[in-house]
């Protein structure tokens, strides 16, 4: 028997985004907030960098338009664009009310903003260097205090729950989710009159990676399977510096580190930027990342350097004191010397299609932060702007909400069927996948593409489609073969995606076809069977 749970509206995730939508929404509707594990677990937590947005008056809106187009490589929608950065100096004013603690700077004690790659101003308003952490802090104390926000953590989502599912005849609307409950391994239903994926991104697809372990596409893959479509799921950002340390798996040194001048070196100390882009480590990410790749293949090295060591070690200590410490802990001290770093996979800027509003291709089914592809990011992301588009499209999202009726029947949602499965006896075939998929995706679907790497992944990601749905159909479900399943899913938009774009641009970079077209528009992937 499953457990039944109504509320008005369910979100899955409790990130920047998920928590920005609930608290918007609480006063007036019962929120259900679903977390993959502890609600304290996410993106938004190891976000470093800070939050872009026009608040000096030497910055403009058009200059922050422009900026983002120019980092989105001319592919970000342009109402889009502006829609957030007009929306920008609220959502800052939204999170101080809410009580984020932005560093203060200087004798006139101003909120201090600093600069990143891709931005021509200073712009980024931080907290430290751990802006992530400060606002997931803030709003979760903020969450857990509201008496119509209710936490359900260590539930894994297995599927939106839709009218069309159900066989209700009419547009297909979405009015719950399935979801595993990882303590006793129960199916629970949460019933909603609206539901919002806030799942974060699909970064955990590549092998190696900046996010958490949540980060397994779970948000897109549902999205799909409920009908939705998706946009631009070629673009995925590496973030060119990572801390390069067995032990520390990718510890993600932020780009305000090179914003304040720090410097990439070679292994004999020289600077090698200025070959591919003339802002050299202020270039947008997707072309420092290609640099840095290029050069450990050209000398066959495992990592690059990033010096800052010049700078005061009282600035280090005080504008990076995350990073400092942490590095630190491996050994490595950023006032005295370079730090080693790679690339890893970082941001996923494509995802489900929606509007202004956050509104998906099925009613009821909103999408928001990175599971969204709102049209801000284009082919690359432009440092900062993701915490901005969680607040501003949240908040849309919120007003919609809050601006629309929808029907208060009492649709029956039938428990979880589990009278045709069995316990698994062959969870080695889950591991070996799950290894599998991530080997190839790194090796073929990486920074740098090429058509045969991108046929050989098809071929491998139809094969294991193939036996994940055939394990999921006659087996229990369990969290790892429940992230498999959307691993490969979103493994195959991602390099469906790759292989329809026949240029170089922003993220996607492939060998066969090295130039940028005059013209270009997002891909956009349709499921084969809609509602």
Known sequence: MSRHYKHDIVIIGAGAAGLTLALELADQHRVAILTKADIREGSTLYAQGGVAAVLSDTDTIDSHINDTIDAGVELGDPEAIRFTVEHSKESIDWLIDQGVPFTRYGEDDAYHLTKEGGHSHRRIIHSADATGLAISKTLIKNATNH?????????????????????????????????????????????????????????????????????????????????????????????????????????????AV??????????????????????????????????????????????????????????????????????????????????????????????????????????????????????????????????????????????????????????????????????????????????????????????????????????RVDLLLSEIEEFYANYKVSNDLLELRNLAMVADLIIRSAMSRKESRGLHFTLDYPDKLTSSAPTILAPPLTD
């Open 258 to 459: 090179r914003g304040e001048g720090g410097k990439l070196l070679l292994p004999d100390g020289t600077r090698f930027m200025s070959q591919f882009d003339k802002r050299k480590e202020l270039a947008p990410r997707d072309i420092v990342a290609r640099a840095i790749d290029h050069e450990m293949k050209r000398l066959g090295i495992h990592h690059v350097l990033l010096d800052i060591s010049h700078k005061d070690p009282e600035f280090i200590k005080e504008h990076f004191p995350t990073i400092y410490k942490r590095c630190l802990e491996y050994g490595h001290d950023m006032t005295k010397g370079p730090i080693p770093v790679v690339p890893a996979a970082h941001y996923t800027c494509g995802g489900v299609l929606v509007n202004k509003h956050s509104v998906t291709d099925v009613d009821n089914l909103y999408a928001i932060g990175e599971t969204a592809y709102t049209g801000l990011h284009g082919a690359n992301r432009l440092a900062s702007n993701s915490l901005l588009e969680c607040i501003v499209f949240a908040r849309s999202a919120a007003r919609h909400i809050t601006s629309h009726t929808t029907p208060n029947d009492d649709i029956q949602i039938p428990d979880w069927d589990e009278s045709q499965v069995k316990d698994s006896d062959e969870d080695v075939v889950i591991t070996h996948n799950w290894q599998e998929l991530r080997r190839f995706m790194w090796d073929y679907v990486g920074i740098v593409r090429t058509d045969k790497r991108l046929l050989r992944a098809k071929h």
């Open 147 to 255: 008496p119509n926000i209710e936490f359900f953590p260590d539930r894994v989502a297995i599927d939106v729950i839709t009218t069309s599912k159900l066989g209700i005849e009419g547009p297909s609307r979405a009015v719950g989710v399935y979801a595993l409950n990882l303590d006793d391994d129960v199916i629970e239903v949460f019933h909603g009159r609206f539901i919002s994926l806030a799942c974060g991104g699909s970064s955990k697809v590549y092998l190696y990676t900046s996010n958490p372990d949540t980060a397994s596409g779970d948000g897109i893959a549902m999205a799909w399977r409920a009908g939705c479509r998706v946009a631009n799921m070629e673009f995925n950002q590496f973030h060119p510096t990572c801390l390069y340390d067995a032990k520390a798996k990718t510890f993600l040194i932020s780009e």
